[in-house]
Nanobody
Framework: QVQLVESGGGLVQPGGSLRLSCAAS????????MGWYRQAPGKQRELVAT???????NYADSVKGRFTISRDNAKKTVYLQMNSLKPEDTAVYYC?????????WGQGTQVTVSS
């Protein structure tokens, strides 16, 4: 079955950096659009960034210039490098795989930005 396993979350001070990873199995990773979404307490889940099979990236305005999404098809892994983190980036971050009219989700990893 499809599995998306996130890692790399944690507690970081404002201005700090974290790198999230999402390892996929059970899918033909190279043909899927991969993405990161986040959900803060009391808010709806929102798009953070996506990267297509061809490597084209798309970002939410709130993270442009601070976050970078990348993928390694050989490792079946998608990454999210997060720099200059702000308290408003605090949320559970979810990995997403989209393809063949289906969405697959990971279990999420908590990112907390606080001093």
């Amino acid at each position: 079955q499809v599995q998306l396993v996130e890692s790399g979350g944690g507690l970081v001070q404002p201005g700090g950096s974290l790198r999230l990873s999402c390892a996929a199995s059970g899918i033909i990773f190279s043909v899927y659009t991969m993405g990161w979404y986040r959900q803060a307490p009391g808010k709806q889940r929102e798009l953070v960034a996506t990267v297509t099979r061809g490597g084209s990236a798309n970002y939410a305005d709130s993270v442009k210039g601070r976050f970078t999404i990348s993928r390694d098809n050989a490792k079946k892994t998608v990454y999210l490098q997060m720099n200059s983190l702000k308290p408003e980036d605090t949320a559970v971050y979810y990995c997403n795989a989209r393809g063949f009219k289906l969405d697959h989700w990971g279990q999420g990893t908590q990112v907390t930005v606080s001093s």
